[in-house]
């Protein structure tokens, strides 16, 4: 089983910035794909940022410019950098990680989640 735990969520003014973190712990071979989901009031969970285990990444365009996505494989670790956040960023955030245990079996793991709240 692997763990995640996500840090950086709060409140913040609009202009303002975040950084959010998330590391996964547990029997972990490999880690291919880590991303940032968010699900805000009455909408429907959707991709923020995806980085890939070479480093590719990929963005929604409402966050293009803004946001940062970028992971420190040493300590299975992935972070969003959030700049000019604005009041539509408001929403729970999840991070997301793909890849192999040491037994060979691939996994999915989610976060618990971490609120981000933007006021106007």
């Known amino acids: 089983q692997v763990q995640l735990v996500e840090s950086g969520g709060g409140l913040v003014q609009a202009g303002g910035s975040l950084r959010l973190s998330c590391a996964a712990s547990?029997?972990?071979?490999?880690?291919?794909?880590m991303s940032w989901h968010r699900q805000g009031p009455g909408k429907q969970r959707e991709l923020v940022a995806m980085?890939?285990?070479?480093?590719?990444?990929n963005y929604a365009d409402s966050v293009k410019g803004r946001f940062t996505i970028s992971r420190e494989n040493a300590k299975n670790t992935v972070y969003l950098q959030m700049n000019s956040l604005k009041p539509e960023d408001t929403a729970v955030y999840y991070c997301?990680?793909?890849?192999?245990?040491?037994?060979?079996?691939?996994?999915?793991?989610w976060g618990q989640g971490t609120q981000v709240t933007v006021s106007s």
């Open positions: 547990g029997r972990i071979l490999s880690i291919n794909v």
């Open positions: 980085v890939t285990s070479g480093d590719r990444t």
């Open positions: 997301n990680v793909q890849g192999t245990y040491v037994y060979g079996t691939s996994y999915n793991a």
